[in-house]
């Protein structure tokens, strides 16, 4: 039914999903792919890989000042690029969930979402005379913004027009555009440069030379050269009137990830990092090339961001670093004292290719390798380890430990995690916290000493990729985690509201989610009064509202005559009511995020936005229909599951074999080994152990229900004389009566074949 009105409203399928994290998250929880300066206001623009963006001093007044500013939070996804565009009015962001958002700097809000891309959105490119952004990503798609109408941009006026470019093969790493916006060029996976004219669309040229991702990309201001570097290891200078490649330069022992430049217009000094975390400056106006090594950091380098110009010598200038580390640093600029280099045209190693041909190709081209004739602080050797100018950065912003690995508990509710720190924390999924810090201990054997025999389904999906937990919820399997009342701590042996004896774990999240939701409210209050105005008759009418579970939970034959209970039972199971108080509350800043499932982001709101004008509309237009059906309606699309078994006497009991052992009995996987206890107490061995004849004809024509309350409350109780003497086995090992079927069928049976229980009496 569910699935028909999906086609029919046409709406494509979707998923929900939730962030457990603090209120504030004032830190990087992990790497950091972009960074931006405002020279004029002296703050740092950081997009992380959490999904936030952040503002921050990029100039300390002492080691007590705190440098966090403020957060900026809309995205769901790594944030990949970020441009500061209109003097520093406007921020323009990219994002991995498909969306380009348009911010007010100043004020921190989110303006705009453009959402034309259809796959990651990996680099941004501004024209600064023209005010233009270029996006592109994943999807080979380079799209042309003007920012002065993204800014403009009401609830009225929402109509954007966008002009792209095409000719890309491959999947978009970096873009470049000159100031005039008369020149675009993009490196990708296909090993090339494309060149474009933005402002016609045409695609002029193609530059090769690099043999691998081209993942960082300059452009002089008039458009005539280009810097790249590339996954290869290189550095590469390129005509763009000639061409071609002018220089090669070979400086690291690794990818090239970032560059930066002090003069856009010469490239007269360069910096350049990556993978190896070595910071290199390399004067390209010195026909020699010399270059020196700024810094090292431990991690990966990501992007690097010059700081502004230095008014007095005492004051160097800064080079920030952003890595695939939480924390970024602000490392001096200092040239080293000796930079005198000569010429060695057979040296080895690191060195330039000055370019005479064109090819770039080893063989056409003078091999320029360079030594330092005296020894300084760039190229001193520690144990032959290169040292670079300068050791400890002059700023820092530390970061916040992400989670590099989890365990969901077998309750299916706590998940274990360990963060970059070593430290180990557990999580609750219903409540949206973390409820116990534990500290650094090993993470195995807390995972080891956590676990219990108990089976509950799969109902949701664990994401770490933001450095916290992301929990996804889908419809395929979010209603398929049932359990007892009495295991689930704050409802005891049932559901105060419902008399309901089970707990739908994603039914209950879903309602404590959107708690604050207008129509989650009027349903709630609707159903309050329902509830009040039958209450007298409910009272009077207890063994009817036990007719489900009390079905549920009989032992019957599958091709057995279903009694009544049992047949009324069957027709509520795909419309099962579950809480309609949310006995759990999550934190009012959890973010709520509505995806395709291609993983497009649709919406996202915080549970206390939910309670606001446009997010309600925004809600009940994008929620899914199962979310709505569970929140509104409180009814999910989900039965019982049924698992069929034999019951046949141990070997060593010197029972006799029942005459019509082949005859299988069926029951709801939450049925308990008590209750199978008492049947073979109550219908096999009642009358007399070796009447087998008797026994199979009471197991086979019995349909019996039972008060499956009374039933938990001698589980925690004395059990019944006929059930102490019992013993029952499966796969040789003795069961414990608090089981139920489907922790005995997955955990000790391991088949998907029927179970098989022998009983016999206890010594």
């Known amino acids: 039914m569910h699935q028909r009105r999906e086609n029919a409203s046409g709406r494509k399928k979707m998923q929900i999903s939730y962030v457990i994290r603090n209120a504030t998250e004032k830190y990087n929880r992990s790497g950091i792919n972009a960074l931006q300066l405002d020279p004029a206001t002296n703050r740092l623009y950081s997009a992380g890989r959490d999904s936030i963006i952040r503002i921050w001093h990029s100039k300390l007044e002492n080691e007590k000042t705190d440098p966090y500013i403020a957060s900026m939070e809309h995205h769901t996804d790594w ?74 941009l009401t609830s009225t006026r929402n109509t954007v027009t966008t002009s792209n470019v095409n000719g890309s093969k491959c999947s978009i790493y970096s873009l470049a555009m000159n100031e005039s916006g008369s020149v675009l060029v993009a490196g990708s996976t296909e090993r090339v440069l494309r060149i474009w004219d933005p402002r016609t669309g045409e695609k002029h040229r193609k530059l090769k030379g690099h043999t691998d991702n081209v993942k960082a990309l300059l452009i002089n201001n008039d458009g005539t050269q280009i810097l790249s570097g590339s996954s290869d290891g290189t550095v590469r200078l390129w005509s763009i009137g000639q061409q071609r490649c002018i220089a090669t330069l070979r400086v690291h022992d690794e990818g090239v990830w970032a560059l930066a430049a002090d003069d856009l217009q010469s490239f007269s000094t360069i910096y350049s990092s990556g993978r190896d975390g070595r910071v290199v400056s390399t004067d390209i106006c010195d026909p020699d090339f010399p270059n020196y090594l700024v810094c090292r950091e431990d991690y990966p380098v990501l992007r690097l961001q010059l700081g502004g110009v230095s008014k ?106 360990q963060d970059s720190e070593n430290k180990v924390a557990l999580y609750d999924v219903l409540t949206a916290r973390k409820v116990e810090d534990l500290g650094e201990i090993d993470f195995e054997e807390e995972v080891l000493k956590r676990e219990k025999m108990i089976y509950v389904p799969n109902w949701f999906a664990v994401d770490i990729k933001l450095g916290c937990l992301a929990i996804r919820l889908d419809e395929s399997d979010c209603f398929s985690a049932w359990v007892t009342a009495k295991d689930v701590e704050g409802f005891h042996d049932a559901d105060p509201v419902t008399k309901s004896k089970y707990v739908n774990y994603g039914g209950v999240l879903l309602h404590a989610l959107l708690e604050h939701w207008p129509i989650t409210q009027k349903a709630a209050q609707r159903k309050n009064d329902e509830l009040e105005t039958h209450d007298s008759i409910a009272s009077h009418s207890d063994d009817k509202s036990t007719t489900s579970s009390s079905a549920e939970e009989s032992l019957a034959p599958p091709d057995h005559h279903l009694t009544s209970s049992a047949a009324a039972a069957s027709a509520v199971s795909e419309e099962l009511k579950f809480f309609q108080k949310p006995f759990f509350k999550v934190p009012e800043h959890t973010p709520i995020i509505i995806t395709e499932m291609s993983g497009r982001t649709v919406l996202r709101v915080t549970s206390l936005d939910a309670s606001g004008k446009t997010e309600s509309i925004q809600l009940r237009d994008n929620l899914p229909s199962w979310v709505t059906q569970a929140v509104v309606e409180n009814k999910v699309t989900s039965q019982f599951v049924k698992i069929s078994f034999f019951l046949q006497p141990h070997p060593s009991s010197g029972l006799k074999v029942p005459k019509s052992t082949s005859c299988k009995l069926l029951a709801t996987d939450m049925l308990t080994i008590a209750k199978v206890m008492e049947h073979v107490s109550e219908k096999i061995l009642s009358t007399n152990p070796n009447s087998a004849q008797q026994a199979d004809t009471d197991a ?41 079927l489907r922790t005995v069928k997955h955990l000790v049976w391991k088949s998907t074949s029927d179970l098989i229980f022998l009983y016999r009496l206890r010594s």
């Open 79 to 152: 944030v990949n690029d970020v441009i500061l565009c209109c003097g520093g009015k406007t921020f323009i962001s990219a994002s991995s969930d498909t969306t380009v958002k348009v911010w007010n700097a100043h004020r921190g809000f989110c303006m705009s979402t453009l959402r034309t891309h259809k796959d990651y959105v990996k680099a941004l490119a501004y024209a600064r005379h023209k005010e233009q952004v270029a996006s592109g990503g994943f999807d080979k798609q380079i799209f042309i913004w003007d920012v002065n109408t993204l800014t403009a």
């Open 312 to 417: 007095t010598p005492q004051e160097p200038r800064l080079i920030y670093c952003a890595t695939t580390n939480s924390a970024i640093n602000g490392w001096p600029i200092h040239k080293p004292e000796d930079t005198s280099t000569h010429v060695n045209k057979n040296g080895g190693g690191g060195g330039i290719m000055i370019d005479g041909s064109g090819g770039g190709h080893g063989d056409e081209s003078t091999r320029v390798s360079f030594t330092t004739l005296e020894s300084s602080p760039a190229t001193t050797t520690t144990g032959g380890v290169e040292c670079p100018v300068a050791l400890q950065p002059l700023y820092s912003i530390p970061g916040s430990p992400c989670i590099v690995q989890y365990k969901v508990m077998q309750d299916k509710r706590f998940i274990l995690a």
């Open 700 to 740: 086979t024509s019995a349909s019996f229900s039972t008060d499956y309350g009374n039933i938990c409350d001698s589980q925690h109780h004395a059990r019944t004389e006929e059930e102490g003497k019992i013993e029952l086995y499966c796969n040789e090992q003795l069961l414990d009566p608090d089981w139920n």
